[in-house]
């Protein structure tokens, strides 16, 4: 009898373990912006951000060379392992060669990425340096306002991150005048 109820128990572990697991696809890699200054000096990161579904394992900073290089397919990368134009893909118009066959080292749409945080360029400007005014409602952060509409982006709190198809697509909008006019004025 006791051998019997020690199969009865035993028969549904038996059983699960016999169907085969669902495989877990692996850990990825793809690119990351945020608006908080980062290590190169720049009023705004960017990253190689290593990701499991919806929740960020790592981040490694990376510069805004090796950004535009790497995401335009000009050098291997491990978020951009196919070597695709990740600018020409989301239609980064700001970051595209007018000769599709020649690569750019430098984007300007990143230079417009500080306006999204401060009303007025934080820093001294370097002689000959004309940054013009930032986008943000307030001093030094974004208005509940602007905070929602960078939460499109998964920015939901400064120093939050915009990743894969996000960053790409708040790169496009910052170059895009009929969105910063929205980001600015909120109609």
């Known amino acids: 009898m006791r051998a019997l109820l020690f199969a009865l128990l035993l028969a549904p572990i038996t059983v699960g373990r016999s169907q085969s697991a669902p495989q877990q696809q692996p850990p990825s890699w793809t690119f990351g912006v945020s608006l908080m200054t980062g290590h ?14 919806l929740q960020v394992l790592s981040t490694e900073p990376i510069t805004r060379e090796q950004f535009v290089l790497q ?3 000009a050098v291997p990368s491990k978020a951009n392992p ?11 118009t700001a970051c595209l060669h007018p000769d599709s066959t020649k690569k750019l080292y430098d984007c300007w749409a990143f230079d417009e990425l500080w306006k999204l945080r401060f009303w007025e360029y934080p820093f001294a400007p370097l002689q000959g340096q004309h940054p013009g005014r930032g986008w943000s409602e307030k001093k ?9 509409l960078l939460s499109d982006y998964g920015i939901l709190y ?16 910052v170059s895009d005048s009929s969105w910063v006019d929205n980001y600015r004025k909120g109609y």
Do not use: C, W
Request: hydrophobic content about 35%; aromatic content about 10%; overall charge positive.
């Open 40 to 53: 190169s000096s720049q009023l705004f990161s960017l990253y190689l951000v290593k990701e499991h579904g």
């Open 82 to 92: 196919t070597g695709e134009n990740l600018f020409r893909r989301y239609g980064i």
């Open 140 to 148: 030094e952060a974004p208005s509940p306002r602007q905070m929602l």
């Open 158 to 173: 400064l120093n939050g991150l915009a990743r894969g198809e996000s960053a790409f697509r708040l790169l496009r909008d």
């Open 71 to 73: 995401a335009e397919g």
